[in-house]
């Protein structure tokens, strides 16, 4: 049995949306990284440093509002929801791409255990964390009205356990 030669896609078809599609995600992830290292990497205390990653997300989401009248959500949760399913190397970069962003957050989150400010497993609290981030940022996409992302920091303290204290109150 010869098995039917598969039909070329025109204008280069799948593979080079594909490798379009990678490089987007690999140029806008560069950007994002560095936003959020820039976040969380410093001598503030931990919990301020999160605090700060989520003003920065609802900052950037309300600027992007202002300027073209919607809130265009993220486009890793975007393309995670209408990509992840259909093609394996995107599927693949964007696991890798949130598993790094819940790693940068693991380690805020250690050394806040470190300080006594959380208790428990900081890479599953690391993963409820972004989670979070994530589906605020979907029902501001959704809504179009990022006043949905008003309830990140008291979530996030009530996800880690964390009371608000002075320093965590307060944006660095």
Known sequence: MQVPARPRPAHGGVLVKEALA???????????????ARALQDDAQPLSRLRRLFEGT?????AGQQSCG????CMFGN??????????????RLQQIFDTEVEMVDKVIAEARERGDHGGDTREAARSVVAQL?????????????QHLEALWDN???LLSARRTDTAAVSS
């Open 58 to 62: 609802e900052a950037g989401l309300r």
């Open 70 to 73: 919607t809130v265009s959500g």
């Open 79 to 92: 393309l995670t929801l209408e990509l992840s399913n259909q093609t394996e190397p995107i599927r693949k």
């Open 134 to 146: 994530e589906g605020q940022v979907l029902f501001a996409k959704l809504y179009n009205n990022t």
């Open 156 to 158: 996030c303290l009530s």
């Open 22 to 36: 990678l490089a987007v995600l690999d140029e806008h992830w560069e950007a994002q990284r560095s936003d959020w």
